[in-house]
């Protein structure tokens, strides 16, 4: 089925160790991007993308780093991975504006990576 | 900055009962407005959404108005189902703001038979 696909699901690191979420997406959407949600928190945004080569900063990005080489895969790689950084993270896609912005005709999340960092 | 305010829960409540939760904005532009559903275990899902001033969204009976007058965009359903039980976010886009997605802290409903 289209949509967006994240992987893992689940992922146990121990602090400092590095590694890379990874989602994909078949709806050839330009705008991609990438929140973790917390308890009383909602979602906040980490990095986004408005295209390939194309990334930027959003409300929460340090500890975290990402790249856009191809329309389809937006990854999220944790440096040091750190306790605070325990979290469940979404990706989400869009198609973007006339102005090249997201939210285009809504966005579509993935199921979510649950991380914990022990 | 935007932002969105949602109404805390757990909102605990009986099947076939009304309900509302509330939700309030800020924003310097003129966003577009949304509801998504997050069930157990699974990532959002948009529930409704309205672009302009008026416009009403709706969805599964779900149904919001986008009152710009008292910046609101609240949840309402006249009668709710077990299978409503679910957690709840209000958010905008503002297109003038690059697009991003923002959201409100969520309520948690639980709908008991």
């Known amino acids: 089925n289209a949509g967006v696909t994240q992987t893992p699901k689940f992922q146990v690191l121990k602090t400092g160790q590095s590694m890379t979420l990874q989602c994909a997406q078949d709806?050839?959407?330009?705008?991609m991007s990438w929140y973790r949600q917390d308890p009383g928190m909602g979602l906040r945004l980490i990095h986004y993308?408005?295209?390939?080569?194309?990334?930027d900063q959003g409300e929460v990005p340090n500890g975290y780093n990402v790249s856009r080489s191809t329309t389809e895969d937006f990854p999220l790689r944790l440096l040091s991975a750190a306790p605070s950084q325990t979290s469940v993270y979404f990706c989400?896609?869009?198609?973007?504006?006339?102005?090249?912005?997201?939210?285009?005709?809504?966005?579509?999340f993935g199921s979510g990576t649950r991380l914990t960092v022990v | 900055g935007d932002s969105v305010t949602q109404m805390e829960g757990p909102v605990t409540l009986s099947e076939e009962a009304f309900l509302t939760i509330n939700c309030t904005y800020t924003?310097?532009?003129?966003?577009?407005l949304f509801w998504y559903v997050q069930y157990p275990g699974e990532g959002l899902q948009l529930l409704l959404k309205?672009?302009?001033?008026?416009d009403k969204g709706s969805n599964k009976g779900f149904e919001a108005t986008y009152r710009k007058e008292t910046t609101s965009f609240h949840l309402e359903k006249g009668s709710v189902q077990v299978s409503d039980s679910a957690v709840y976010f209000c958010?905008?886009?503002?297109?003038?703001?690059?697009?991003?997605?923002?959201f409100g802290q969520g309520t948690e409903l639980s709908v008991k038979p």
């Open positions: 989400a896609s869009s198609t973007t504006t006339v102005l090249g912005t997201g939210g285009g005709d809504g966005y579509t």
């Open positions: 709806m050839n959407h330009e705008y």
């Open positions: 993308s408005v295209g390939a080569g194309i990334t």
């Open positions: 924003a310097t532009g003129y966003p577009s």
């Open positions: 309205a672009t302009k001033a008026d």
């Open positions: 958010a905008l886009t503002d297109y003038n703001q690059g697009g991003k997605l923002i």
